[in-house]
């Protein structure tokens, strides 16, 4: 069964769902990878990738799933976050949507405003991990 309300949300601004359907390049794999990363993604825009685990899930060959985020960074969806163990992270763009509160948002699109998004995704990550992740 599909719908499973109230197990996890993302917002997602509508307008984005057009654009990205009418981009040729975002062909099914893709498009594929993307929703299972959305379907991950944690507080603050956060989803960390494994690509290896992401092949097994959705039966696809790990490069495949390497160049979809790939083509995902450079449609400007994903940003490449920091390296978390032997994995990457990458943040949903703030343009895109958000999971989170309203505050915590506002606070992103403001600092945004004054650094690069990548600089923004680690310094971000640095408080998402104090806030959100179990302490070693």
Not at 92 to 121: M, P, V
């Amino acid at each position: 069964r599909w719908a499973t309300y109230g197990k996890g949300w993302v917002l997602i601004f509508q307008d984005d769902f057009e654009k990205i359907a009418l981009d040729r390049e975002m062909t099914g794999e893709i498009l594929r990878v993307w929703m299972h990363l959305m379907g991950r993604l944690g507080f603050e825009n956060f989803v960390v990738v494994n690509s290896v685990e992401i092949a097994k899930s959705l039966g696809l060959q790990q490069p495949n799933v390497a160049r979809s985020i790939k083509k995902l960074v450079e449609k400007g969806l994903l940003i490449r976050g920091p390296k978390v163990g032997r994995s990457a992270s990458y943040r949903l763009s703030l343009d895109i949507g958000w999971k989170g509160s309203a505050k915590a948002y506002n606070e992103n699109i403001r600092a945004r405003q004054k650094t690069s998004a990548e600089e923004l995704a680690k310094e971000r990550w640095k408080i998402y991990e104090q806030e959100h992740l179990p302490k070693e």
